[in-house]
C-alpha cells in the first residue's frame, strides 16, 4: 500500500543552520511527491513539489528538496534556517490511483522549530 | 485574489446538532477536498469531488456529507455531530491539467468543538 512517513514529530535547529526534514515514501510507480507547510492557525501552503527531471528541486522562501530514488526520500532541506521558518511541514505524494481525481495522501506533519 | 474561502472559522457544536462547513474558491478548479486535521494524525480525506454533480467518499466519510452543486461551492453537513467530529477541517481545491497540476490550495481551516 502507498504510503509516506515523516520519522520525526520535531527538528530543532539553530538559526542561520542548515536544516533538513525528512520525508520517506512508498508507492509501487514513479512518485509524485510534494512539501506543504502550515503555520499556526493557517491553512498549508504548497512549497514544492517533484514530478520528473532534476533529483534537486527548488522551491518557495528558499526551500529545496531532493529525491532519492533509491532510498525512496525526499527530504527538505534549506542551507540557513531562519525563526521566521518554525512551522509544521507536510510530505505528500500523489494517491497512484488517482490520476484523474489529484488526491493526495499526507505524512504526519514534523514541527520545525528554529531557535534565535 | 481570494483563493479558497471558508467560513466559520470557529464553531462549537452540542452533541446532536447539525451544521455546514462552507467552502467556495475563485480559481475555475475542478477539484475539491475536504479534509480534517487531528493532532498529530495528519490529514485525513473526508469527501472529494471531481467536478459539479460529482462526489465520493474519502477515507473518512461516516458522518459526513458533502453536495457540488456549482463549481465554486463544496459545503460539507454534519448531520448529527459527536465529540469524535472536534477538529480543524481544511478545504482544498486544485486543477485537472497545466503546471499546477495535483498543487492543492487551502483554505485557513475552520476550527470545529463539539460538547
Known amino acids: 500500500a502507498q504510503s509516506v512517513a515523516q520519522p520525526e514529530d520535531q527538528v530543532n535547529v539553530a538559526e542561520g543552520n542548515p536544516l533538513t526534514v525528512k520525508c520517506t515514501y512508498s508507492?509501487?510507480?514513479?512518485?509524485?511527491l510534494f512539501w506543504y507547510v502550515q503555520y499556526p492557525n493557517r491553512g498549508l501552503q504548497f512549497l514544492l513539489k517533484?514530478?520528473?527531471?532534476?533529483?534537486l528541486v527548488k522551491g518557495s522562501y528558499g526551500f529545496e528538496a531532493e529525491f532519492n530514488k533509491s532510498q525512496t526520500s525526499f527530504h527538505l532541506k534549506k542551507p540557513s534556517a531562519l525563526v521566521s521558518d518554525s512551522a509544521l511541514y507536510f510530505c505528500a505524494v500523489r494517491d497512484e490511483g488517482s490520476s484523474n481525481t489529484g488526491k493526495l495522501i499526507f505524512g504526519q506533519g514534523t514541527t520545525l522549530q528554529v531557535k534565535p | 485574489n481570494a483563493g479558497v474561502t471558508q467560513t466559520p472559522k470557529f464553531r462549537i457544536l452540542k452533541i446532536g446538532q447539525s451544521m455546514t462547513l462552507q467552502c467556495t474558491q475563485d480559481m475555475n478548479h475542478n477539484y475539491m477536498y475536504w479534509y480534517r486535521q487531528d493532532p498529530g494524525m495528519g490529514l485525513k480525506l473526508i469527501y472529494y469531488?471531481?467536478?459539479?454533480?460529482?462526489?465520493d467518499k474519502g477515507e473518512v466519510p461516516n458522518g459526513y456529507n458533502v453536495s457540488r452543486s456549482t463549481t465554486e461551492d463544496f459545503p460539507l453537513r454534519l448531520e448529527l455531530a459527536a465529540p469524535s467530529q472536534t477538529s480543524v477541517y481544511f478545504c482544498?481545491?486544485?486543477?485537472?491539467?497545466?503546471?499546477?497540476?495535483?498543487?492543492?490550495?487551502f483554505g485557513a481551516g475552520t476550527r470545529l468543538s463539539v460538547l
Open positions: 517533484y514530478i520528473t527531471g532534476d533529483n
Open positions: 482544498a481545491s486544485t486543477r485537472q491539467g497545466g503546471s499546477a497540476k495535483n498543487i492543492q490550495y
Open positions: 469531488s471531481v467536478g459539479a454533480g460529482i462526489t
Open positions: 508507492v509501487s510507480g514513479n512518485p509524485y
